[in-house]
């Protein structure tokens, strides 16, 4: 039990302290906030949606972020997805999301992962007869993701996977978004 408190704070020593030691030393500078524009596929993975043939959609982010360290930060999106499907089916939402993001960092490679909760302004419609929806509504729901940034200085390329576990209307309508970024460290 005391070797792993041992090692537990020299883990959270190093954590804190390397962007200081990688200064010092004269290392590349870090820009530890950061803007990027994130667009892709929503595929749908909720039962619902898939009983009523749902298409793939489309989804855009606009994401900002800070770094607390190199290993650590704060990031929030607002975007927009849709599905479309049999039925006349259409569903929509409107994300602004909080996450907490853990990234490895490297000189140009830096793989992430995200973590977190939001609120999504959906839209839902689905012609079923006497079992139709059509509504709109706020909702929360939990997202997780991962993905690898290419930095080339101030400069960001990337790809994401995401998936939210999220219901409109009634509607589940969990599913990926698959998406490449460009982005800015400043």
């Keep these: 039990m005391r070797t792993m408190r041992t090692l537990a704070l020299m883990a959270a020593a190093l954590w804190l302290l390397a962007p200081a030691a990688q200064a010092q030393q004269g290392g590349q500078q870090y820009l530890p906030s950061y803007i ?7 595929s749908p993975d909720a039962a619902d949606l898939d009983d009523n043939r749902a298409d793939d959609g489309f989804a855009v982010f ?17 975007g927009y997805f849709e599905t479309s499907g049999d039925n006349n089916l259409q569903v929509s939402a ?14 140009v490679l830096e793989p992430y992962v995200i973590g977190g909760y939001g609120v999504y302004y959906t839209q839902a419609k ?3 007869g006497a079992a139709s929806v059509d509504d709109s509504g706020t909702e929360f729901a939990p997202h997780a993701a991962g993905g690898l940034n290419l930095n080339f200085g101030k400069y960001q390329l990337g790809a994401e996977a995401r998936y939210v576990w999220l219901e409109a209307s009634g509607l589940e309508v969990d599913g990926w978004m698959f998406m490449g970024k460009i982005g800015s460290r400043f």
């Design 62 to 78: 606009l994401n900002s972020g800070y770094m607390v360290n190199r290993f650590t930060g704060l990031q929030i999106d607002v």
């Design 36 to 42: 990027s524009f994130s667009g892709g596929v929503y």
């Design 126 to 128: 689905l012609d079923l």
């Design 94 to 107: 409107i994300p602004l999301a909080l996450s907490v993001k853990l990234a490895i960092p490297g000189s």
